[in-house]
């Protein structure tokens, strides 16, 4: 009987601290869209991120569930879509949302989302142009892209939550130049690639959210490189951090 009690208390405890440790993960609602990718590497690489459970919506399909609430249910959004274009009444919920404090990461080719709304670049710190224009009065270049090379990525910001400990390292990805980055982004990681610009992670906030942008991620050489993996992780709870 005594130890019919104990198994019981076990299985208890156990299923007490399971869902405890359940409780703590980190709910990520991620956007894709708008931008192939590889589907398969990709999800396997979301599903074993420690402390992370997530649904993905797809863009601009689900848009409409962008919008004050959401904040209840999800931690942070990972934005990995590259949607053209969501409803006014969209870009004003989601700003809605973002004065609720819910966390942001915008992710790798998300910085050429909603090319034609300007307050986008504001909420993410940066902007992939499309064409040569004018930004805050000043002119901005057209963006270009180079995929699958070899370049490093420097902790430019060694005392920041999110790089603290990390090293230099080596990514088999893809990179951006000339590209628009708020005076207000605080840069984590650089690269000296000459088909880049420096800054390829960055902070910022907007409304009440925590925003944290970073670059790589094009494909499976990023997405299972465990230092790759590291920031990203910290980057979704750095961001959830009040
Ligand atoms: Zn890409």
Known sequence: MKSILALIALTLLLTLTASAQEAKKLRVLVTVGGHAFEQKPFYEMLDKLPGVTYKKIDLPKDAGLLKPGLEKDYDVIL????????T??????????LKTGIGV?????????HPEWDEFRKIIGGKYANNDMTI??????????????????????????????????????????????????????????????????????????????????????AWTNPVFQELLVRGLRWTTEK
Not at 159 to 170: E, R, S, V, W, Y
């Open 136 to 221: 805050d009065g000043k002119p901005q270049k057209k963006s270009n892209y180079t995929e699958g090379i070899d370049y490093k990525i420097h902790i430019a910001d060694a005392d920041h939550p999110i790089t603290k400990g990390l090293a230099d390292f080596q990514v088999h990805d893809e990179v951006y130049g000339s590209r628009w980055i708020s005076p207000d982004a605080k840069v984590l990681l650089t690269t000296d690639c000459p088909k880049s610009d420096a800054p390829l992670a960055w902070t910022t906030t907007y409304g009440k959210s925590k925003v944290f942008y970073f670059l790589p991620g094009h494909g499976q050489q």
């Open 105 to 113: 990461v915008s992710w790798h080719h998300n910085l050429a989302a």
């Open 79 to 86: 934005m990995y879509d590259m949607v053209k274009a969501i």
């Open 88 to 97: 006014p009444e969209q870009q004003q919920a989601f700003v809605e949302l």
